[in-house]
């Protein structure tokens, strides 16, 4: 059964999408780039301590790419409708 | 050509661009004028947003603001791109698959209730005035500091160019001219931040040469980011990469302002408006994406340009002989942002944390407008930095102004005061209502009320606390309802705004005084959880909406039907 047919079907698994994405965007911005910045800095990448890369780098390229896999995503699903 | 010429020349020939442009894509219809007739491609929609959003503060103060704060400027990083996220995935494609003109216009049709669309035109018009009068503002100092005009004849010259584009152009011509902008503004940031980083680090990306080795001077062979810590340690200052430590802001505090200009973002009107004006729900999607990554082309860089400043400023300056000053420090010390006073009579420059013995004052300012002569790059780089940051300020006001004149025209005249306008007459009112706002925009930037920096956690904050849980609840909740929706938005502006006031603007209590440790900017996420809370309990003891707003709800949710 096509999403297309079936107008719940769809949306449940816009929803499913949704929070997977969300929960990568709490975890990147606010876990790694706050709440656990003081442990991460005790590691280093290159010659940024860990927890303030992700908290001025890191978090925005993550937000970067969710927005794309988002949009790639939700073509896939709509033309999978579609093509039914 | 000295600097000054160069600034003329590159200041005028952008100027004419502008217009020219304004006059090209110059508009008749309403929906040209509100939504730039819905025919935007998505990559262009993607570079006005980025230019939209980016104002005169993100330009110029942002990375000098980052320079004195160190990890805690990381909340303004993560809030001002993370919200880019959420109106992805909860707004921006769903808000125009509804596809009418306004913001409030929804919040009306959702909520069956001409109430809750003046409570939210009322927020949009507040919101996006108190953002509109520092822009203008920002227009007039970057023409004080590099034409050397007063600050009120450089917001006298922003106006007319405003009123000129906006009037003619609508969103169309918004739009379009916001694109040119874009462009000036990054090419203007990136080259002196390339150009620094190549030169302290030898890495050409400034993105990674923040986090590598210094070349020169005397912490060669340090990393960057290593030798600040060092430098701020031997100054008795925190630690730059330090977090939650004494003098910086505790955690929680961090949290909820970071959380606050997430959502807060996420619920400016001036930046949902931009998803109305691309053709489809997929294209909207495809925009915010095309934004996020313009913005944080800017962004990411902005950072480095941050850690390059700071170790400069203290290097060339810190315990110098004032005698032996650079040339842009003297050319600086005559606009006041930059200041030395011999405290101590020894003819040296001392930099500090005690505000006592410290000699020198530095403006956060100067960190991005100086940069171009603190590297010592050519008078014409100078030059594009002030049209870079002309650019930033008038973009923004533009996109502001249009919300501003929809508001007026399409939510209040035409669906309130007027509904048998005629399009002629309504299109005709939109002009006016911008040129309206134009002119009390440069009142304002004349006359800058001194709450300004209070406004700022204002418009946020009553962003977050107001438009963000009523729009992500109207399409994600059939069962919310008008009584809880207006409950929640009034309820949510309430608590944040006596907050705010109570803080910012009476001044009745300090730091120690703050509910958990959340500072007045962060209190905003406090008052977007209570009117999320606010609007399901009341909306479970009222009566559920009518059979065709649920029936818009889920047709709003169903796939786009393009081609």
Redesign the interface.
């Known amino acids: 059964m096509s999403?297309?047919n079936d107008?719940r079907a769809?949306?449940r698994a816009?929803l499913r999408i949704?929070s997977v994405?969300?929960a990568i965007?709490f975890s990147a911005?606010?876990l790694l780039?706050?709440?656990f910045?003081?442990p991460l800095?005790a590691f280093s990448?290159?010659?940024?301590?860990l927890?303030?890369?992700f908290?001025?780098?890191g978090?925005?390229?993550v937000?970067?790419v969710?927005?794309?896999v988002?949009?790639l995503w939700?073509?896939r699903?709509?033309k999978r409708?579609?093509g039914k | 050509m000295s600097i000054q010429g160069w600034t003329y020349l590159i200041v005028a020939v952008t100027f004419a661009l502008y217009i020219g442009i304004a006059v090209w894509s110059r508009v008749r219809t309403t929906a040209g004028f509100y939504v730039a007739g819905q025919g935007v491609p998505a990559i262009a929609n993607g570079m006005a947003t980025g230019a939209d959003w980016m104002s005169a503060a993100s330009f110029i103060s942002m990375a000098g603001l980052?320079s004195f704060m160190g990890?805690d400027?990381?909340m303004y990083?993560?809030g001002w791109?993370?919200g880019?996220?959420?109106l992805?995935?909860?707004l921006a494609?769903y808000l125009r698959k509804y596809g009418k003109f306004t913001v409030p216009e929804f919040v009306g049709d959702r909520y069956y209730s001409q109430t809750a669309r003046v409570v939210a035109v009322v927020c949009a018009i507040f919101v996006s005035f108190t953002y509109v009068a520092g822009q203008m503002r920002g227009v007039g100092v970057v023409f004080s500091r590099f034409l050397e005009v007063d600050i009120d004849t450089g917001v006298y010259i922003g106006v007319g160019m405003v009123f000129v584009y906006a009037t003619i152009g609508g969103m169309r011509g918004i739009t379009y001219t916001q694109v040119a902008q874009y462009c000036v503004l990054i090419v203007a940031y990136l080259i002196p931040a390339v150009a620094i980083s190549f030169k302290m680090t030898g890495n050409p990306i400034p993105?990674?040469g923040?986090?590598?080795?210094v070349t020169e001077g005397e912490h060669a062979g340090v990393?960057?980011?290593?030798a600040i810590d060092q430098i701020h340690r031997d100054l008795g200052l925190p630690e730059y990469?330090g977090?939650?430590i004494e003098g910086k802001r505790e955690?929680i505090d961090?949290?909820a302002i970071?959380?606050a200009l997430?959502v807060g973002t996420a619920g400016l009107p001036h930046v949902l408006i931009r998803f109305y004006t691309v053709r489809s729900a997929?294209m909207a999607?495809?925009s915010?994406?095309w934004a996020?990554?313009f913005i944080?082309l800017l962004?990411?860089t902005a950072?480095a340009v941050a850690a390059f400043a700071r170790v400069n400023l203290i290097q060339t300056l810190h315990e110098r002989p004032y005698a032996e000053a650079p040339t842009w420090f003297q050319n600086w010390e005559t606009t006041g942002l930059i200041r030395f006073e011999d405290k101590n009579g020894d003819g040296l420059m001392q930099y500090g944390e005690d505000p006592d013995t410290r000699e020198l004052e530095i403006d956060r300012d100067i960190m991005v407008l100086a940069n171009p002569e603190i590297a010592e790059l050519p008078a014409w780089v100078v030059a594009l930095v002030a049209a870079g940051g002309l650019a930033a300020a008038l973009s923004t006001a533009a996109g502001l102004l249009l919300v501003i004149s929809s508001s007026i025209s399409h939510d209040l005249f035409k669906s309130i005061f007027r509904p048998q306008m005629s399009e002629g007459e309504e299109l005709t009112l939109a002009r006016v209502a911008a040129g309206g706002a134009v002119v009390v925009a440069g009142y304002f930037g004349v006359n800058p009320p001194d709450y300004v920096a209070a406004v700022v956690a204002f418009a946020f904050g009553l962003a977050a606390a107001s438009f963000f849980p009523v729009l992500v609840l109207g399409v994600f909740s059939k069962r919310v309802t008008k009584e809880g929706a207006i409950a929640g938005m009034v309820l949510g502006i309430a608590f944040t705004a006596a907050y705010i006031s109570y803080f910012k603007l009476a001044k009745l209590g300090g730091a120690e005084d703050w509910w958990f440790g959340i500072s007045p900017e962060g209190i905003g996420s406090v008052g977007m959880l209570l009117n999320f809370a606010v609007t399901l309990t009341v909306s479970r003891f009222t009566p559920p909406p009518p059979p065709e707003v649920q029936a818009l709800v889920?047709e709003i949710?169903?796939?786009?039907r393009e081609e």
Request: glycine share 8%; aromatic share 20%.
């Open positions: 999403e297309q107008p769809y949306w816009n949704l994405l969300l965007w911005s606010f780039g706050v709440v910045v003081r800095n990448l290159g010659g940024f301590p927890g303030f890369w908290a001025q780098q978090s925005i390229l937000f970067v969710l927005v794309f988002y949009a939700m073509d699903l709509e409708g579609k | 980052i990890y400027g990381s990083l993560m791109t993370g880019y996220v959420l992805a995935l909860f494609p993105q990674l923040f986090g590598s080795v990393f960057l980011l290593e990469t977090a939650f955690m961090i949290f970071t959380l997430m997929r999607r495809w915010v994406m996020l990554v944080a962004y990411t950072p889920e949710r169903l796939p786009s």
